[in-house]
């Protein structure tokens, strides 16, 4: 039995779509399933926990929707022991992409259906845990933007996510200042000035395929950190399309850094995000729980870089 956690909202009502198809196909090939329906992905761990419980044991719990509403049962998922299964329907989809899970949704049907099961390592900051990554400073704060501007719905209703991002990066260009940070990583101190952003990642995309730390895997046990540091508003501006392609890494105003947990304190408060969920501010602590989850992938892929 597979539960479908479908979130209609997602991606500018793509979720919606992509369930009305997934539904059809599951009833011509005698499928058996429950689905769920929820409205927002904070809403969706508490009716996931319940769901789950009613039931020894499931073939799957399926994410019909974004990384955020897969980060919203990942507590779910764990307490049960179902592995994670995604029809991507997101505005950013980086989870299914850092997977090789097809974005086309009856290739990535085949993949909850009749795939492998991986393990995936988990962050943990605080009480939440998270998939992709955890964001703290410029880049968190153009994902609060991004969610409460108007021009993400426009742009997921064209099909174009990773526009809206572009678009939140040019708006918080304008207004945010770096700065004085440090990272303990493994108990080991760095101080950085002027720093824009440190994004602890366990998958290497984020922000709809921007490649922020193109050799981080979900299955080495490891988190990957990519510190912005001690550069111009222009030199930053200058980052973001290297980024789309992961060369951002051999500039000389970022610093890569791996380990099993990190903890970062910006001399300013600063929000932070987790699979582009809130986090709220301050200083992050966050480790790496190895081997913490399960996800069905199509059969001969597994993680790697997007």
Known sequence: ??????????????????????????????????????????????????????????????????????????????????????????????????????LELEAALDAVLDGASVPADLLLAGDSYTLTAVASGFDAQVAENVNGGRYKRVCNALHAGRLAYLIGILQTLITFKPCRASVVLDRQEQRFE??????????????GGLLIAPQARPDDGLLDVCVVHGCSRMQLLRLFP????????????????????AAIRFERDRPAIGDGESLGRGPLAVRCEPGALRVLVPRAAGPGPA
């Open 242 to 261: 290297t980024v789309l392609k992961g060369s951002h890494v051999s500039l000389p105003f970022v610093t890569m850094l791996r380990g099993t947990s």
């Open 194 to 207: 002027d720093v824009w952003l440190a994004a602890v990642c366990n998958l290497p995309s984020y922000g």
């Open 1 to 102: 039995m597979y539960l479908f956690v479908i979130n209609p909202r997602s991606g500018g009502g793509a979720g919606r779509r992509a369930w009305l198809r997934a539904e059809k196909r599951l009833k011509d090939l005698a499928v058996k399933y429950e689905a769920l329906h929820t409205e927002s992905a904070s809403g969706a761990g508490r009716d996931v926990m319940q769901a789950l419980a009613r039931r020894e044991k499931w073939s799957a719990c399926v994410v019909v929707g974004g990384d955020g509403t897969i980060h919203s049962v990942l507590s779910a998922l764990l307490a049960s022991g179902a592995p994670l299964g995604i029809l991507p329907a997101g505005s950013g989809n980086d989870t299914a992409r850092s997977f090789g899970i097809p």
